[in-house]
């Protein structure tokens, strides 16, 4: 890339450098498919799989219902008060993401990202309707003959046909999937749908088929920030230039192992010659390291020229000596150990999870409201959170300070002067209720007394929650 | 541009040929597509400013744009549509009468949300955001009622108001000015008697008072509030009499604000919200009141 700008006179504009990236075979290309048919299976096929949740309930089983606000996963079901989830899935991926590239390189970018996934795919249309690298570039070049047509109008179908699946696929995350299918088949779909689909089809079609390396290099901002996760540990895809320089033909005895093949070049997705070393547009896909492992054994040199190395170990494995690899440094050690507090964090969580969440909130104007008989009265509303599908019966009492009188607004006490009343916690959803609590003046003796309340639950132990009792200074 | 570019021997990157202090500028194009998405921001905006109001003009105002769109306008829409799309229910509150409406739970959370919109609009300067009330404003929070507090009561009070010209206003009594022989000759009570009758009403309320001035203050309250406030000072709502006993005072219970109202007499007023308010807002305001905590 570098030599090409060399003998070009300065323009403030990169020109346009199409890249034809050439099949390759070998063990790390056989990894990206796999890698590859996970993620898409995965992101197609979840949306499909069902859920028995009972009546009333949805029956996807990982299902993002944002107009519903619930979130299923499986059995598990969040609602927006826990967020904090979310949060802690999004810090576990941005930590892995850390501890992966401090430990293998930019993996994620190579392997993983939805750029590189669905540009492999949409590559490997490309290299079936038009044929490997050199007959694509023969073709380009090539006069608009219809032959030529057809090969272009068939490669774009596909591709829009692959985007429009992508952008239904992505929508059927967020709703019934199956329902969404009939609907679309039917052109009933609801237009919010419909809408997002066609956004993902066109961001699909445009980031995956035409846009390409440039998402990487130019758009993506990780490239800047993962190249500060790494250090001189890191593995990552290198060439071995203590071996390779100088370049030269096989016959070259003076020549190092590199025979100039340009067989790393054709196959890399961004175009970019890894012999010039680490670079931003490198995504350590490693399929230049097949490439060259293949043309090695051909012409009967050891493989690894390009090679999955650290800067230390190139050092060491250049200085003759064996290339030792430390995994555990301070920075993955540091890695490891948020990790793992984050995941036990969430694991204690999510088994402390109460599926009956209730909270108890003063009234802010006024603190206390004086009534007649020289008592005082502090109000509360009192929200329940009810995340199982029956009733929740809860009996309400206080239980200190002594001598409080209940009453919760549309509600009677259980019995006449008992001071217990029963509450219904409606299904899936939150029940609001206005308690209020009264004590005569003279048995108030600070600003601002605990109240306690008890609520009893013949499902769960029984709970109890803690506020305050405001009464006037005393003069 | 013409010249063959310099490089950066350390880079090999080309510079741009500009230098500050020694610091040369390495170029690092970026590609020609995205200087497009540039151009089509820039031509966004162009075509923001001319839709939407975007430039104040240096003779006051502000260019209008032609989809003459401002945030007041849309806020006006939406209130509209709202309002639309509440008609049903406002027709419904304004067809049912109060227990029918109670009685229905989407309809009294409808009443409910919409009497305190309606309060804040219209009660809140006098009866407090909260209806916590204030000095001479009743707080409706409270179980005290001058007029009533069951929802009829209410409704009543909050359709006609309470000593204004409305025929129908609660007019009861108007506690008159005891110590003012200019405005109430026949039954002008002393400096002293005033204070005996203070001190009488302290002592209903537990408060420390003069046993001996409490005593007299009895006979002088047995021989003129009775009539108004009761025997036993439990207050009379036909005639807006507060009751003196309960703890809760609408302008104070310590014994100088007791002395000034004994001496200068008071009487409340509030407007009849019939002659301001549709009949449907005003039932949703009654409803509101209702639930507040204090409705009996």
Not at chain 1, 382 to 409: D, H, M, W, Y
Not at chain 2, 106 to 121: N, T
């Amino acid at each position: 890339m570098s030599q090409h700008a060399h003998t070009e006179a300065a323009s403030l504009y990169e020109a346009h450098k199409k890249v034809y990236p050439k099949a390759v075979t070998g063990r790390f290309r056989r990894l990206k498919w796999l890698v590859m048919s996970l993620c898409l299976g995965f992101f197609y096929l979840a949306p499909l799989v069902r859920w028995d949740r009972g009546a009333g309930a949805p029956d996807q089983a990982i299902l993002i219902d944002l107009a519903g606000r619930r979130v299923y996963l499986f059995d598990l079901e969040f609602w927006p008060q826990e967020i904090y989830f979310v949060t802690g899935i999004m810090v576990l991926a941005m930590l892995t993401l850390f501890l992966a590239t401090a430990l293998f390189g930019r993996i994620w970018c190579g392997y993983a990202c939805p750029q590189t996934v669905w540009t492999d795919l949409f590559v490997m249309v490309e290299r079936w309707v038009e044929g490997d690298r050199m007959e694509r570039v023969r073709l380009d070049r090539a006069p608009w003959t219809l032959s030529k047509i057809r090969k272009k109008v068939v490669k774009h179908g596909i591709w829009l046909l692959i985007a429009a699946a992508s952008g239904c696929a992505f929508v059927g995350w967020y709703t019934d999937a199956p329902t969404l299918t009939l609907k679309l088949l039917q052109f009933d779909a609801p237009m919010t749908d419909v809408g997002f689909i066609a956004l993902l089809t066109s961001t699909t079609y445009l980031l995956g088929g035409l846009a390409r390396e440039q998402v990487c290099v130019y758009m993506c901002p990780w490239p800047r920030i993962q190249s500060a996760l790494l250090d001189e540990q890191s593995r990552v895809v290198s060439y071995q230039a203590w071996r390779g320089e100088p370049r030269g033909k096989l016959s070259d005895a003076n020549a190092g192992d590199c025979i100039d093949c340009l067989a790393c070049v054709q196959v890399c997705p961004t175009g970019i010659d890894i012999r010039d070393g680490h670079q931003l547009a490198c995504i350590d896909c490693s399929l230049c390291i097949d490439a060259c492992d293949s043309m090695m054994v051909k012409v009967g040199r050891p493989r690894g020229l390009i090679a999955w190395e650290s800067f230390t170990g190139q050092n060491q494995r250049a200085a003759g000596l064996p290339a030792e690899w430390r995994p555990l440094r301070p920075r993955t050690v540091l890695y490891g150990v948020v990790i793992l507090s984050v995941i036990a964090a969430m694991m204690i969580a999510l088994l402390m999870r109460h599926p009956l969440k209730i909270t108890a909130l003063h009234d802010r104007l006024p603190l206390w409201v004086t009534i007649s008989g020289d008592r005082l009265r502090n109000g509360y509303t009192l929200k329940v959170n009810n995340q199982t599908r029956k009733i929740q019966p809860l009996l309400l009492s206080i239980e200190s300070p002594a001598g409080a009188v209940l009453e919760v607004a549309d509600q009677d006490q259980l019995a006449s002067g008992n001071n217990i009343v029963m509450l219904a916690a409606q299904p899936d959803g939150q029940t609001t209720f206005h308690v209020t609590a009264a004590l005569p003046k003279s048995a108030v003796d600070a600003a601002s007394t605990p109240i306690v309340f008890r609520l009893v639950n013949p499902d769960f132990p029984e709970m109890r929650i803690t506020d305050h009792f405001f009464a006037p200074e005393k003069p | 541009m013409s010249q063959i570019p310099e490089k950066d021997p350390i880079s090999g990157t080309p510079t741009t040929g500009h230098e500050w202090d020694g610091i040369k500028e390495l170029n690092t194009p970026l590609p020609r597509w995205w200087l497009w998405t540039f151009y089509a921001c820039i031509l966004f905006a162009i075509g923001y400013c001319i839709a939407y109001p975007s430039f104040p003009l240096p003779w006051g105002g502000h260019t209008k744009g032609t989809l003459d769109y401002t945030n007041r306008k849309g806020i006006e829409q939406e209130l509209k549509n709202a309002a639309v799309s509440a008609r049903p229910q406002f027709a419904k509150i304004a067809q049912s009468d109060l227990p029918t409406i109670v009685a229905d739970p989407s309809l009294k959370s409808f009443a409910v949300a919409g009497g305190r919109s309606a309060f804040l609009q219209n009660c809140a300067p006098c009866h407090g955001a909260s209806a916590q009330g204030a000095k001479g404003f009743p707080n409706l929070l409270d179980d005290v009622w001058l007029w009533g507090g069951t929802l009829d009561q209410i409704y009543q009070t909050v359709q006609f108001g309470v000593r204004n010209a409305n025929e129908n206003s609660h007019q009861g009594v108007t506690m008159p000015a005891w110590g003012d022989a200019a405005k109430n000759p026949p039954q002008v009570l002393t400096a002293d008697q005033i204070d005996s009758v203070v001190n009488y009403v302290l002592s209903l309320n537990h408060q420390s008072a003069d046993a001996a001035k409490a005593a007299a203050g009895a006979t002088i309250f047995a021989e003129n509030c009775v009539a108004c406030h009761g025997e036993k000072a439990e207050g009379n709502q036909d005639m807006g009499a507060p009751p003196l006993a309960s703890g809760v005072w609408l302008y104070g219970g310590d014994k100088a604000t007791l002395v000034e109202t004994v001496t200068h007499g008071r009487g409340g007023q509030m407007p009849a919200w019939s002659e301001r308010l549709d009949p449907a807002t005003v039932k949703m305001l009654a409803i509101y009141v209702h639930q507040l905590g204090g409705g009996k």
